[in-house]
Structure formats: structure tokens, C-alpha cells
């Protein structure tokens, strides 16, 4: 998955899940602070930086997928949303995997 460029939209491929647009910006306004301070890549593991990309895809490597899972615990404590959930069990798959979990923007 190293040196790989994620620029094309392929849910189906990466078995991706769907969260609202509007509640997953919600949720990046009100966790702002928390997801600047993780590092994540932008298109390819060659372009580091900081946060989600609102447009474009968001590589978020294996040993950054616990402070994302915090983050978005964090959130379900308060919105107890069932695409929340999901997510949640997608990155705990992630985790045990070992594997990058693709944010593909808003």
C-alpha cells in the first residue's frame, strides 16, 4: 500500500462506508483541534500531512488509525449514530489488520 496514489474514488473496491456529508462536516468542525493534531497522508503515502482533506483522499496509516478511533468514539459518545458505528468497526478491523483506512473527502 506504500508509494500507491489513492487519487481515484473507489468505494467499491475498498469496501468503503457512506457517512452523511453534512454530519461527518459536523463532526470534522467540532473535532477540528483533534484531527490537525493527526498526521495522515494525502493521495499517496509521499505527501504527508496533517488532518482530513476536505476534497481529495486521506491516507490514514496504521499506527495513526488508534487517535482517529479516539476522535470518532469521542463523537459517537455524543451523536450515537449507527454510520458512527460502522466506522468505528471499520477501523477496529483496520487496526487488527493492520491495514490503511482511506478517507475519500466531503
Partial sequence: MYNVDYVYYEPEEYNCIFINDDFIEEIIHNYLEDFKNMETYAH?????GWGLN???VTLILPKYLQ???DIITSANNQYKSQELELL???ISEAMREN???IHYGI
Avoid at 499517496?44 to 504527508?48: C, I, K
Fill in 44 to 48: 499517496s503515502t509521499n505527501d504527508s
Fill in 54 to 56: 476536505y476534497c481529495g
Fill in 67 to 69: 487517535k482517529f478511533s
Fill in 88 to 90: 468505528i468497526n471499520m
Fill in 99 to 101: 491495514k490503511f483506512l
